[in-house]
Every structure is written in C-alpha cells, then in structure tokens.
C-alpha cells in the first residue's frame, strides 16, 4: 500500500527509522552508514531508505522542515508502514550559555508554540516527551563514547526568523529550555498517541546567545557523532 506521499511496499521500511529533515542527509546516512542501501521512497524528493546497521535493519525518512511535514511522514511511517521506533535526528539552535556548538542535545522534553499540539487538548497543557527507554539508552552511549551532551526540554518552533530574534522567546531558557528546533514535539505526540517509540536528538550548530555557529565542515564531523549514536540506540546495540 503506497500513500500521496511515499511510494514504498509494505515491509520496505524497519521497525526503527532515523528521521532527518534534509533529504540529501537522509541520503547521506544510508550512503556512508548503512550496508546495503536500497532506496525505498522518492516521493517529492523526500527520501526514503533501508539498509543495515551492525547486521541489523534500519531506515532513514526525510520529513521536511517543520511539524507539518513531519507530521504526514510520521502519521504514515506509523500507521501504513508498522514503524514501531522513530528518532529524530537534526540540529538545533542553543538557547543556553552551557550548551556549546558540537554539544547534542537530547530532547528530554519538548515545548512548543504550535497549534498542531496546543489545538488537540483543550483547556489541557500537553507534555510532550521522549521515550524514557530511548532517552536512557543514549545518555548510556553517549557518555561510553565520551560524547559531550545534555538532556532537557527543546523548544519545537513554527517560526525559524522570529521577529523579537533571541528575546522572542520570552522566559523559556530561564525554565530550562536549552535548544530550539522545528519538529520534535509534533514527533513526540504522534508516537504517545499510537503507542510506538520516539526520540529526537540534535547537534548544536549554533548558539542564539554568543552567535557562535559551526562552519561546513565541522557540522559535517559533528553530524557523523549524532548519527552513529542514533543507529546505535535505534537497533539496541
């Protein structure tokens, strides 16, 4: 069964799919870490793969920019395809001084301006949160692999040049808020409502506060961190 927005057979994707935004990163992933990468999904350019990890099946889904688009994917990958564990893996933007460039975040918890969850709950202020057993098995990994990190609440962000710039968001960091990016909580509510597993994990590639922001190239290296990380943590190794 095929949808608007993927072309793939039913058994093309693997229970666990890393999510990127960007799908030549989705491309990138299966092509420098996956064995045996075969394209599963093109769809509006938004790529698909399959491949394994470590002898293991996994697969990368590009969702686009936004919790819009990463909603249809997610939606789909969940409820056509039988995903049964998402983890978002992308950049952020550091809200706090203590989050330095090439730090990942892992986003404990995830706030968000968005009327994609605000609108669902009524007088009710949703929590979205990542899955503990995600959560704590990369924190394990990523100190054995001596992997600089935080765990915390993200903020999931409709707006990438908000108006105010830094000051737009108001009281945030001073509540723990350490990152901000577009599309974790979107994920975070989709995977609590259908009962599957989700995380999402970021490179900080620039801070909000110093300016200080990676060139190309060690985005590049930093990006291959976060990645590895991810696998591992998506096939249980």
Not at 175 to 204: D, Q, S, W
């Amino acid at each position: 069964m095929s949808t608007p927005h993927n072309h793939a057979k039913p058994g093309d994707y693997a229970e666990a799919v890393l999510l990127p935004g960007d799908p030549l990163r989705a491309k990138w992933i299966a092509e420098t870490f996956f064995d045996a990468p075969r394209q599963v999904n093109s769809v509006r350019n938004c790529l698909g793969y399959t491949g394994t990890w470590k002898g293991k099946p996994v697969s990368v889904q590009a969702s686009g920019m936004g919790q819009p688009s990463l909603s249809i994917y997610v939606h789909e990958l969940i409820n056509v395809y039988g995903v049964k564990s998402l983890i978002r893996v992308g950049t952020c933007g550091g809200l706090n001084t203590k989050v330095k460039v090439r730090d990942i975040i892992l986003a404990q918890g995830a706030s968000t301006d968005s009327s994609i969850v605000k609108g669902r709950f009524g007088p009710y202020n949703y929590a979205p949160i990542a899955d503990f057993g995600l959560l704590r098995d990369a924190a394990n990994k990523a100190d054995a692999r001596g992997l600089k990190f935080h765990a915390g609440n993200m903020l999931s962000s409709d707006i990438f040049y908000h108006a105010n710039g830094f000051e737009g968001y108001d009281k945030l960091p001073d509540h723990g808020v350490i990152g901000v990016e577009m599309e974790a909580a979107a994920l975070y509510t989709l995977a609590a409502r259908f009962g599957v597993k989700a995380l999402a994990i970021c490179t900080m590639t620039d801070c909000l506060i110093t300016h200080e922001e990676l060139s190309s190239d060690e985005r590049q290296s930093s990006l291959r961190d976060m990645v590895e990380l991810a696998l591992d943590v998506a096939i249980g190794a």
